[in-house]
C-alpha cells in the first residue's frame, strides 16, 4: 500500500532554514510527480510546490519562490523541501502528496514546522 | 491565478441528511476539479477527481458533478464519519488552488 511519511519538522527561529523529507514506499516513486502542501493552524489548505516524476520541472507558489527549493533523490524514494528564510507565516503542517493526474492521491501525515523566537 | 470558492463556509446537519457544497472556479476549468474529506489532526482524503470520479474506497453515497466554473459534492445520506471539512481543489493550471474549506459539524 502507499505510504508517505513526512519528517524533519521543528521549532526554528526567523530567518533560520529547515530541511523537510517525505519518505515513500508501496508504489514506483520514480514514475510520479509529487507535491508539498501546507496548513497553517486552523487555516486551509495551499499548495507550495511541486517536482515532476525526474525532477526537471520544478514549480512554487509565489510565497515560498527563491526560498524554498523541492528536490528528490529516487534512488532513495524520498522528496525533500529545503525551506531558508523562514518567516512566521511559514508556521504550518507541511504535507507530500503524491500527484495522480494532477489531483493528489495520496497524502503523507504531516510534519510541523513552527517558526518563533 | 485561478480562484476557488465554496458555500457555504459551514453547515450543520444531522445524520441521514443529503448534504450539497458548492464549488466555483474564477474561469473555466473543464472536469479538473477534485475534492478532499479532512478530520481534525490528520491529511487530507481524496474523494472525487476528474468532477465526478469516485475514489477507490470511497462509499458511493458520496459524488460529485459540474463542469467549467460550477461544481457540487453531494453526500446522499449523511453517516457519523461524514463529519468534517470538505475542500474542492482545480488541477487544471499551476497553481494548484484550494477551496476555503466547508465545514459540516452535528446539527
Known amino acids: 500500500q502507499v505510504q508517505l511519511v513526512e519528517s524533519g519538522g521543528g521549532v526554528v527561529q526567523p530567518g533560520g532554514s529547515l530541511r523537510l523529507s517525505c519518505a515513500a514506499s508501496?508504489?514506483?516513486?520514480?514514475?510520479?510527480?509529487m507535491h508539498w502542501v501546507r496548513q497553517a493552524p486552523g487555516k486551509g489548505l495551499e499548495w507550495v510546490a511541486f517536482?515532476?516524476?525526474?525532477?526537471?520541472?520544478?514549480y512554487y507558489a509565489d510565497s515560498v519562490k527563491g526560498r524554498f527549493t523541492i528536490s528528490r533523490d529516487n534512488s532513495k524514494n524520498t522528496l525533500y523541501l529545503q525551506m531558508n528564510s523562514l518567516r512566521a507565516e511559514d508556521t504550518a503542517v507541511y504535507y507530500c502528496?503524491?500527484?495522480?493526474?494532477?489531483?493528489?492521491?495520496?497524502w503523507g501525515q504531516g510534519t510541523l514546522v513552527t517558526v518563533s523566537s | 491565478a485561478i480562484r476557488m470558492t465554496q458555500s457555504p463556509s459551514s453547515l450543520s446537519a444531522s445524520t441521514g441528511d443529503r448534504v450539497t457544497i458548492t464549488c466555483r472556479a474564477s474561469?473555466?476549468?473543464?472536469?479538473?476539479l477534485a475534492w478532499y474529506q479532512q478530520k481534525p489532526g490528520k491529511a487530507p482524503k481524496l474523494l472525487i477527481y476528474?468532477?465526478?470520479t469516485l475514489q477507490s474506497g470511497v462509499p458511493s453515497r458520496f459524488s460529485g458533478s459540474g463542469s467549467g466554473t460550477d461544481f457540487t459534492l453531494t453526500i446522499s445520506c449523511l453517516q457519523s464519519e461524514d463529519f468534517a471539512t470538505y475542500y474542492c481543489?482545480?488541477?487544471?493550471?499551476?497553481?494548484?488552488?484550494f477551496g476555503p474549506g466547508t465545514k459540516v459539524d452535528i446539527k
Open positions: 502528496a503524491k500527484v495522480a493526474m494532477g489531483h493528489f492521491d495520496y
Open positions: 508501496g508504489f514506483t516513486f520514480s514514475s510520479y510527480g
Open positions: 517536482i515532476r516524476y525526474d525532477g526537471s520541472n520544478k
Open positions: 481543489q482545480q488541477y487544471y493550471s499551476y497553481p494548484p488552488v
Open positions: 474561469q473555466g476549468i473543464s472536469s479538473y
Open positions: 476528474a468532477a465526478s
